[in-house]
């Protein structure tokens, strides 16, 4: 997306830079207020977290095969619940539904004792540093709306996203590469709008890297560093006494330091991906072979090497909208899919605490809903959709390690016990980058807008 103060695409071609496709986020982000829209700016109190990891699983992983255990939902397999039970009288479609015990056994974990399926036996070894949230709710049962929800805070319309805002909110650290990253190697459901920055002013919008062997295209110069060195040295002269007779036009000193930023790219970018400098010890972690490119832990060793080159918010998308966790048909689709993703995410948090950076990196996993503990015959190999209940966690800066938070009842249906809203989550993760999610607003079309719109409470039996 371009704001009117983006660079043209004539302008671009003809740049000194014209050899290397500039992110659009970035460019935007010296067009935009006087071309400091992305500076590192101060929160509103001091908060414990300065960049986020943001995992998100698509397509709706079963509560209750993964980290919500429900022994008497094993104990009443099969049991037959009356269609005008007050949990499913609503739900077309079923006019006779049966209990569906979890598919994976549950065992503790760590000291903390929190239990964890098979599924994900490397994830089970991090529990000592997870808050895990039992008690996620949210507003839809679609996939669109439900993903629009969870990183929009809006479930019917486009709105900016999470990144977005904490973008807007906090500026970036770097100013060579982008400030909102999303890895991912397909679109999810809600397509580009949930990284999309919306209203916000347009330096605020996810860049898209799509794990490969060019995870960002055309970013390699195509004529040599010293002949653009010369180019953008002349440009800039001839711009200097442009602007200089124009009394400092702030568009034209921001459209003068893009050509700056994206040669800086040119460099950061490529330095960024470049797995050659890690120890074979570390891609091993990851479960990745020398020289691969794609994979989710791929995606994982990508986010650490953003984030520690100042990149604030970073978002992890597993599958995208095809082959992924709406486990309709068979809840076997789940192993495949957790072995994907539990290894690499168990190596994230280690890395990352080895390193340091978990005190000040705040690590989100999620999905967009749930699914249904019943389905409509006592033999279904599937669950459907449940808006009702999932399971969400976090960990790493200001977070409770080694705690659960709040309840489902005995078969997993609803969030019973300190529910915690869609809303409620933005608003705990505002807090914990230092901002008070009311507060934290933008005007736009004659009003103030908010992440949380008119909702949200911060969960502060979250943060340590």
């Not at 036996?121 to 929800?149: E, F």
Request: aromatic content about 8%; glycine content about 8%; proline content about 5%.
């Amino acid at each position: 997306m371009w704001t009117r103060n983006a660079l043209s695409r004539r302008t671009l071609l003809r740049s000194a830079v014209a050899g290397s496709m500039i992110f659009p986020a970035v460019v935007a982000q010296l067009s935009a207020d006087g071309g400091d829209s992305l500076l590192s700016l101060e929160p509103h109190f001091a908060g414990r977290a300065k960049n986020v990891i943001f995992l998100f699983m698509t397509g709706g992983v079963s509560h209750v095969d993964t980290f919500d255990p429900k022994p008497a939902l094993t104990r009443d397999h099969g049991k037959e619940i009356n269609a005008d039970h007050p949990e499913i009288k609503d739900r077309p479609g079923y006019e006779r539904i049966y209990l569906k015990r979890p598919q994976w056994e549950f065992s503790p974990h760590g000291n903390c004792g929190t239990e964890v399926s098979t599924l994900f036996p490397h994830v089970a070894s991090c529990v000592d540093d997870i808050a895990m949230i039992r008690s996620m709710h949210t507003s839809h049962s679609n996939h669109y709306n439900a993903t629009l929800g969870m990183h929009t805070g809006s479930f019917a319309f486009s709105r900016p996203s999470l990144g977005s805002w904490i973008s807007y909110g906090l500026g970036t650290e770097n100013r060579n590469l982008p400030g909102f990253v999303v890895i991912a190697p397909q679109q999810t459901y809600a397509g580009t709008q949930v990284y999309a920055n919306d209203f916000l002013p347009a330096a605020h919008q996810g860049t898209l890297v799509v794990p490969s062997s060019e995870p960002v295209a055309n970013v390699r110069p195509r004529v040599p560093l010293d002949r653009q060195q010369m180019e953008l040295s002349a440009l800039q002269a001839m711009n200097q006494t442009h602007l200089a007779a124009r009394g400092g036009d702030n568009e034209l000193a921001a459209r003068m330091r893009s050509f700056e930023t994206a040669f800086g790219m040119q460099m950061a970018v490529p330095d960024a991906f470049d797995f050659t400098q890690e120890t074979a010890a570390t891609l091993d972690e990851y479960a990745l072979q020398p020289g691969q490119t794609t994979g989710f832990g791929w995606q994982c060793l990508a986010a650490r090497r953003l984030v520690e080159r100042g990149v604030r918010f970073v978002e992890l998308i597993d599958t995208g909208s095809s082959n992924n966790w709406d486990a309709h048909g068979d809840m076997n689709s789940h192993i495949g899919l957790a072995q994907n993703v539990d290894q690499p995410i168990a190596a994230l948090l280690k890395d990352l605490k080895r390193r340091g950076m978990l005190d000040e990196t705040l690590v989100v996993w999620t999905t967009e809903f749930g699914r249904t503990p019943f389905n409509n015959s006592a033999d279904a190999k599937g669950r459907e959709h449940h808006p009702w209940a999932f399971t969400s966690w976090m960990a790493g800066a200001g977070v409770k390690p080694g705690i659960v938070h709040g309840a489902t009842d005995e078969y997993g249906m609803r969030a019973v016990d300190q529910p915690v809203h869609v809303h409620d989550l933005h608003a705990t993760i505002l807090h914990l980058m230092g901002f008070d999610h009311e507060r934290l607003t933008f005007r736009h079309a004659g009003r103030d807008y908010r992440l949380t719109d008119v909702h949200g409470n911060v969960v502060h039996d979250l943060i340590a």
